[in-house]
């Protein structure tokens, strides 16, 4: 499963982390809210990378079987500044 060695920087790395995680488990957002109490619109705002609480952070996170571990960060890799202006670029493409 590739979204266990998702490298988390942002709040958008964690989003496209959960949803990552969330569509190779097989999971329905429907599901996800109805075995953590929260709303959809909590896992969608957290699977775009906005604000959200930590503890309906956890409650996602433990409905999908999923913990969260930290560790010391180091810098970006080549591959991770790659990425990450990639992404960039792409949505000031969609934006235009």
Known sequence: MSFM????????????AVKNARKELGLKT???????GRSRDVLHRLERGDDVTVSSLMAILAAMGLVLR?????LPTLQEMT???ADLDEDEDAAA
């Not at 060695?5 to 496209?16: A, E, M, N, T, V």
């Open 83 to 85: 990425e990450r202006f």
């Open 70 to 74: 930290i560790e010391r960060a180091g």
């Open 30 to 36: 429907t599901d996800i809210a109805k075995h953590c």
């Open 5 to 16: 060695k998702d490298i988390i920087r942002l709040p958008q790395d964690l989003g496209k």
